[in-house]
Structure formats: C-alpha cells, structure tokens
C-alpha cells in the first residue's frame, strides 16, 4: 500500500496477517473518513399559476410575434432567435431558488395559510 507522506486521512489503516490463509498477502482494512458535504444547488423557477407565470407568458407571446418571419431561409438563424427571445424572457420573469436538503418543492400557499391558522389558533383540529 503507498500513502501519500503526512496523509493524515488514509492513515487508518490495519494489515492482518492472521487473515491471510494460504496467500503471501496480508488482508488491509482502511478506515475512510466520509464527511457530510452540503452541496448548494441553484435554478431559476417561475410558480405555476402566479403573476410572474401570466406576465412570463404575455411577455413571450409577444416576442414571439415580434420575430422576423418574412425571409425565414436561414432555419440555423429563426431558432436561435426563438431560442434568444426565450431564455431572455425566462431571465427578466424567473426567479433564483436555492435547492437545500431542507428544499419544499410540494409547500405552496395553501400550506402557508393553514399553517398560519393553525399558529393563530391553536387548535387540534387546524393541525390535523
């Protein structure tokens, strides 16, 4: 086994003879130390149904209708149009969110607000 010189990671190792049977190689165990890494993840979003949704929309419609179709013999050049006025528009409507293991794809305002009533009330039957 070759370790590096000072590594104090892989210098938990064992060798066991005793477990070598009829081989001229003596077994090794390494303990590897694996530490929980959290691994900030990033997307743009746009909520299903909100304002930002409608004006992403009306937005897009309308860059759309102002792309030059008359002499559409270069294709290459109309979809990489399309393809501008898309991620320009997504950009202006989009908003950055932060994916954590704590992340709640599935809370809405729905939740919010039972959850307030709950808070306000108190009551065993708002929490359920």
Do not use: Q
Not at 20 to 48: D, F, Q
Not at 75 to 80: E, F, I, K, P, Y
Not at 97 to 116: A, P
């Amino acid at each position: 086994m070759f370790l590096r010189s000072g590594s104090s990671e892989l210098n938990n190792h064992s060798i066991h003879p005793d477990w070598r049977l009829l081989s001229n190689h003596a077994p090794l165990t390494i303990i590897i130390p694996i530490t929980e890494e959290h691994i900030v993840s990033r997307k743009c979003s746009i909520i299903k149904d909100s304002e930002e949704e409608s004006t992403f929309i009306k937005d897009l419609t309308n860059s759309i209708r102002n792309i030059d179709t008359s002499n559409i013999t270069n294709l290459d050049r109309a979809v990489n149009e399309f393809a501008s006025v898309v991620e320009i528009t997504w950009e202006k409507n989009s908003k950055v969110i932060n994916i954590t293991r704590h992340s709640k794809s599935w809370w809405d305002k729905s939740c919010c607000r039972d959850l307030e009533k709950y808070r306000s009330s108190k009551s065993l039957e708002d929490w359920k």
